[in-house]
């Protein structure tokens, strides 16, 4: 009975595991503000966000394009976040105060960045230097893509932003 009873338990603990929202919190590393995805996600929105390293070609060619894309698909009711996964700060920084700069402010989402003792997120280790995940509104990870962004991942990006 015992064993029976323990299997349920650990059944219970592996299910709720495997299905919790992913959890996002920190500063942005501009402003200083807080910064917590289920917040973002509890505007009843998904969530576009983006992890990638400043010092990075790749990641900062995928940035400018997300910042394209919600630029022109910001009215969709969508939020972004981006993560940045530099080891130096500074270096992050400077990107962001730069980001900051030249986006005009109601084009602007929050960076964190990932190694500050503040910031605490459940995604695990990243295996490419750019990775982006769309977050439903319940909180589920519905889309992952890791590298550069191809054409025709936009589409799935979108229709995963719409459709949850």
Known sequence: MQKIWLALVCSALL??????APMLQGK???SGKAVNLAQVRGK???VLLVFFKAGCNTCVYNFKLIR???KANKA???GVIGVGLDSKAELFRSYAELVRA????NEQFPLLWRPDLAQQD???DMNNDSTVFVIGKSGEITLKREGVIKDADWDDIWTSLQNN
């Open 15 to 20: 299910y709720g595991t495997a299905h919790s």
């Open 28 to 30: 942005d590393v501009v």
């Open 44 to 46: 009843d929105q998904t």
């Open 68 to 70: 394209e894309f919600y």
């Open 76 to 78: 969709s009711h969508f």
């Open 102 to 105: 030249t986006t005009p402010k």
């Open 122 to 124: 459940s995604f695990g």
